[in-house]
């Protein structure tokens, strides 16, 4: 069946590195744009990261542009989110994302991410 498992969460310091990771199987991970989102306690979800497919074409709300990066690893079914000179309201659930041309679409359960000193 579907799955995306997100992993690598945790709690880091301001200032620090996480790096997500989501595994994705059950589908053609390929032809599928991944995302990532995230959710803070009281909020709306928010759209952090884009990496389309095909072309691998990746974008960035004013928020995180310039310390998130998204890749992805097609041979491995694996998206990733490098996030680096993180803040406290960078603190949230991080989801991975999984959709196609034809509107098919995929969540992750989510991992949380705490910056806090």
């Known amino acids: 069946q579907v799955q995306l498992v997100e992993s690598g969460g945790g709690l880091v310091q301001p200032g620090g590195s996480l790096r997500l990771s989501c595994a994705a199987s059950?589908?053609?991970?390929?032809?599928?744009?991944m995302y990532w989102y995230r959710q803070a306690p009281g909020k709306e979800r928010e759209l952090v990261a884009t990496?389309?497919?095909?072309?691998?074409?990746?974008t960035y709300p004013d928020s995180v542009k310039g310390r998130f990066t998204i890749s992805r690893d097609n041979a491995k079914n694996t998206v990733y989110l490098q996030m680096n000179r993180l803040k406290p309201e960078d603190t949230a659930v991080y989801y991975c994302?999984?959709?196609?041309?034809?509107?098919?679409?995929?969540w992750g359960q989510g991992t949380q991410v705490t910056v806090s000193s």
């Open positions: 059950g589908f053609t991970f390929s032809s599928y744009s």
């Open positions: 994302y999984a959709k196609n041309w034809f509107n098919n679409y995929y």
């Open positions: 990496i389309t497919s095909p072309g691998g074409t990746t």
